[in-house]
């Protein structure tokens, strides 16, 4: 059997779960409920400013209440929430509380999948209450779902494509069609700030210069695909890096761009929002500023405003650039950013494009 790929991307045998399916549309809010965690995977990928740190996040932003997340959600048009972690386990109250506020605010479609260990026979129940949808445990063992399974929850299990881990992943695909696992998703094993010496000891490579893959775990996923096809009954899903950024990430950050651009915000193919600033203007002469701005050059209100946190004017692409050429004394940029709530800028143009020098107003 010759895998495709799908039209995202990745690869599936049998029905990709529900949870990916949103996902890979972008519709999926990411939370991060705690960087704890009691296991020390060595391929972890988790940042410095995650790992080990009990820090919650809504997407790219810090939260600290139930409300900042429902923020979030509204804010990217959200159609359900991926609970990860560090492991959400290790704050089951809170795991909880987090869980029952999106279905009771967001509504019972609201699709909620959780990442997780080994949970007891009475938290699986608690979940179940509390109407998770779907739980993915990490686990090479299959005792975990044979008990959330006969809780009756919806069970699978994401693990990395580690490159040598065929027999011990087909000996556990086995293992969990037994127990009643739904699905198995394999994602492709990447480099990151906190697990590059660990990878690099076991003799993992960059699959390229580009790419921060390790190099033979697409191989060995879709050979682990090639083989269930024909030797099981289970759906299995492999997440290639590349899905994650240019197809799941874009289209997340499209969704949260279409809910927070500013009317003279404009939004690219990528996701990202270009507008222009004027810099150069002491932080108590910003408001004097657009009003002179508005009245000499009838700009609509609209589209000038002042960012006193990072101490400009904002308007829109076009304005930015006639305005350049008008007004020598002060300083016009194009930014692109992320639509994120850390709106990181990625690219500065300096205005005006021909870049000659200015001469002395």
Request: proline share 6%; glycine share 8%.
């Amino acid at each position: 059997m010759t895998l495709q790929p799908n039209r995202f991307g990745s690869f599936v045998v049998g029905e990709m779960p529900e949870g990916c399916r949103l996902c890979v549309r972008g519709a999926k809010m990411v939370l991060f409920l705690t960087g704890l965690c009691h296991r020390s995977c060595f391929y972890c990928p988790l940042s410095s400013l995650r790992k080990n740190r009990d820090v919650i996040y809504a997407n790219e932003r810090p939260i600290h209440s139930t409300r900042e997340m429902l923020k979030e959600a509204e804010l990217m048009d959200a159609l359900g929430t991926g609970i990860t972690g560090g492991d959400p386990s290790l704050r089951f109250r809170r795991l909880l509380r987090y869980l029952r506020v999106l279905k009771e605010e967001l509504g019972k479609d609201h699709h909620v999948h959780l990442y997780c260990s080994e949970l007891s026979r009475e938290r699986l129940r608690r979940l179940k209450e509390e109407g998770l949808d779907e739980i993915r445990f990490h686990t090479w063992n299959p005792e975990p779902v044979r008990k959330g399974v006969e809780e009756g929850l919806n069970c699978g299990v994401e693990l990395p494509s580690l490159p040598g881990s065929f027999r011990t992943l087909t000996k556990l695909l086995k293992e969990l069609e037994k127990v009643g696992c739904s699905f198995v998703n394999l994602n492709e094993l990447e480099f990151s700030e906190t697990n590059s010496e660990e990878l690099k000891k076991r003799g993992f490579k960059l699959k390229s210069d580009t790419s921060v893959a390790v190099k033979g775990s697409e191989e060995l996923a879709l050979r682990v695909l090639e083989w269930a096809s024909e030797n099981t009954e289970l759906n299995l899903h492999y997440c290639p890096s590349r899905l994650k950024d240019g197809v799941q990430l874009r289209n997340r950050l499209k969704r949260r761009a279409r809910k927070v651009a500013r009317p003279y915000e404009v939004l690219t193919p990528e996701g990202l929002l270009v507008k222009g600033i004027i810099t150069g203007i002491p932080l108590e002469r910003l408001a004097l500023e657009r009003r002179r701005l508005l009245r000499k050059y009838g700009i609509p209100p609209e589209l000038l405003s002042v960012n006193r946190r990072k101490g400009r004017l904002e308007t829109s692409p076009e304005i930015s650039e006639k305005l350049s050429e008008l007004e020598r004394g002060l300083n016009f940029a194009w930014v692109e950013s992320y639509p994120t709530f850390d709106g990181l800028e990625v690219t500065v143009i300096p205005l005006p494009l021909d870049s000659s020098p200015r001469e002395s107003p």
